[in-house]
């Protein structure tokens, strides 16, 4: 592993000025994306998308390389089939750790690391043009946030909410707080920390400013994960100095008050007898502290949690659901227990399902190799609707249906054809 990269990682250490490894610009063969961590993922209509991350690099044992900045992969939902896109116009640099939201069918993305230390840019791409065409939006006015990386965002009202993050010590009239990470200063280096800073992107002005708060904000954090439910934002975990965190906090979008809903002192969880669940629970009131891991809003009143990694440094394979009215967290079983996951991302689909794609499988903090991983794993928090029902049958039964399938509407045949090709 790069030592720049490594080093890097989650919040702690300092850059080296040579430069990452990058992917060749040259458009793969591949039929499905590369395997990666630290890459972002949106969804729109029936399409995932996917940009960046990073790989272990196949020249070298324990190098890595960013993964193609042209490259945009799409998962259709309805065809179950991937397909990459080239992008093009004012490509963003190859990055990991960058913050990703799609608002109105247009990917907006912010920070991230690079191969020369961290960044604040801002850059625009509409996924419903027949071209993906990048913007860098260079005319924003108001305070930018520092440079950094591992953020979370908030989105409302047509507007892209940053908290929290990893990166360089910002100037001077940021409101918040700033955590120096002493291990990021050497020699020349300038130095690198934790932060708790809220900066809002109205994308109707092209303005940035800070919200005055109320209420006693989450500490500075880095690799938490965020997720937005009408206008309150919530906020899970993450890594401060040499902690892992398990707290839960929620902010009112409208009257900016934070509130602290779940911390390992005062909750109750229900937790079931089985050992795959519990041994991860910590204390037995909640998910332990972790930090990569991903927080998916499933419906009005509930938080998917998964993966993620403790402070004891170990990958993580739970799910948990978070009950917003009860202010209760319950285990949730499911099958890929035997697929631990930190650094992925996690999309919710029209047919109530949560889509993991990507991210590590073991320590990435080791002197092992890393274990990143291309595989779509698949969470069903809600029954599927009919639609999908009957599509995963006639499908499934393809050999004995197949004969009828004349009959069907054109667009539902084609829609068929292409999903059974797939799984054949």
Sequence with gaps: MDVDLAQNLEDEEDDDDDEEEEESEIVSERVHPAERSGHIAV????????????????AALFSDLYLSRIEIWVFNLETQRWCMRRSQGEVPGAMSGSCGACIDGVLYLFGGHHARGNSNLVYRLPLRAPELVWEHMKNLTGR???????????????????FGGYGFIPEPGHRGSFELDENSVMGHHAGRGWNNHIHILDLESNTWTQ?????????????HAC??????????????????????????????QWSQMYGLIESVCECVADSDLTHQCGTGLGPVGRSWHSLTPVSADQLFLFGGFTTSRETLSDGWIYSISGKIWKPFKHQHMEQPRLWHTACFTADGEVCVFGGCANNLLS???AAHSNEL??????????????????????????K?????????????????????
């Design 43 to 58: 969804i729109d209509r029936n399409c995932i998308y996917i940009w960046g991350g990073y790989k272990s690099s196949e």
């Design 144 to 162: 930018a946030p520092s440079c950094k990386d591992k953020l979370g965002c908030w989105i409302y009202n047509h507007r892209l909410v940053y």
């Design 211 to 223: 919200p005055i708060t109320q209420g006693v904000p989450p500490s500075p954090r880095a690799a």
């Design 227 to 256: 997720a937005t439910i009408a206008n309150t934002g919530f906020v899970f975990g993450g890594r401060y100095r040499d902690h892992r965190l398990n707290d839960l906090h929620c902010i009112n979008l409208d009257s900016w």
């Design 367 to 369: 002197h092992e190799q």
């Design 377 to 402: 794993l698949i969470f069903t928090l809600q029954p599927k609707p009919l639609f999908r029902l009957c599509m995963d049958i006639v499908v499934l039964h393809r050999k004995s249906l197949e």
């Design 404 to 424: 009828l399938w004349n009959i069907l509407p054109k667009a539902l045949l084609v829609l068929i054809q292409n999903r059974s090709t797939h799984e054949s």
